[in-house]
């Protein structure tokens, strides 16, 4: 059984930045996928980046705004989001695959206009 945990949810205005983290409970090991998705109000959920060994996978809306990257030996996963849109706004859910599909609770991402 693994737990994430989110935390770096919060308000940002259009342009600003947040950091997220998610922290898992213990190894998730290198060559399987970390990612994070979200789901706004009325929306389907949607994978914003996800990360495999040194690949990245990015949804087209976020490249070149938001990155992706880990640190296996804390068993972190973070996303940095840059260049913040109030359409960004959403509950930012951290995912891991080891041997089943593990979500996080989500944490609140609102970015004002």
């Known amino acids: 059984q693994v737990q994430l945990v989110e935390s770096g949810g919060g308000l940002a205005q259009a342009g600003g930045s947040l950091r997220l983290s998610c922290t898992a409970s213990?190894?998730?090991?290198?060559?399987?996928?970390m990612a994070w998705y979200r789901q706004a109000p009325g929306k389907q959920r949607e994978l914003v980046a996800a990360?495999?060994?040194?690949?990245?996978n990015y949804a087209d809306s976020v490249k070149g705004r938001f990155s992706i990257s880990r640190d296996v030996d804390k068993n972190a996963v973070y996303l940095q989001m840059n260049n913040l849109e109030p359409e960004d706004t959403a509950v930012y859910y951290c995912?891991?695959?080891?041997?089943?599909?593990?979500w996080g609770q989500g944490t609140q991402v609102t970015v004002s206009s």
């Open positions: 990360m495999t060994s040194d690949r990245r």
């Open positions: 213990k190894r998730v090991h290198i060559t399987n996928t």
């Open positions: 995912f891991a695959r080891q041997g089943y599909n593990y």
